[in-house]
């Protein structure tokens, strides 16, 4: 099994940035499909951004395209969530997730996925 740890979040104020990091160990493999997914109070989970382990071009939900960012380190086992222009909307604890079974698509349901870090708090402040 792949172990997540998540860091780098905290609070911002409005059109600020912050870039989470994930370390993965483990059964690490550059084939995993990894993901951001967040959780606001009172909502459900959902997808943030995910990489494609094949060299596809990363996939993003619609309302934080064009602000995150997300890139992979395959050599140093992390994942990373460059986000800019922050909106109080994003206030959230973000997790991420790898799937370690093989895919050759990008998934953005949470039920794709089987490991998952224990989140960090972001918080946008108006």
């Known amino acids: 099994q792949v172990q997540l740890v998540e860091s780098g979040g905290g609070l911002v104020q409005v059109g600020g940035s912050l870039r989470l990091s994930c370390a993965a160990s483990?059964?690490?493999?550059?084939?995993?499909?990894m993901a951001w997914f967040r959780q606001a109070p009172g909502k459900e989970r959902e997808f943030v951004a995910a990489t494609s382990p094949i060299g596809a071009p990363a996939s993003y939900a619609s309302s934080v395209k064009g602000r995150f960012t997300v890139s992979r380190d395959n050599a140093r086992n992390t994942l990373s969530l460059q986000m800019n222009s922050l909106k109080p909307e994003d206030t959230a604890v973000y997790y991420c997730?790898?799937?370690?079974?093989?895919?050759?698509?990008?998934?953005?349901?949470?039920?794709?996925?089987?490991?998952w870090g224990q989140g960090t708090q972001v918080t946008v402040s108006s």
């Open positions: 997730a790898a799937r370690t079974y093989s895919t050759t698509v990008v998934l953005t349901t949470t039920g794709a996925y089987n490991s």
């Open positions: 483990g059964r690490t493999s550059s084939s995993y499909l």
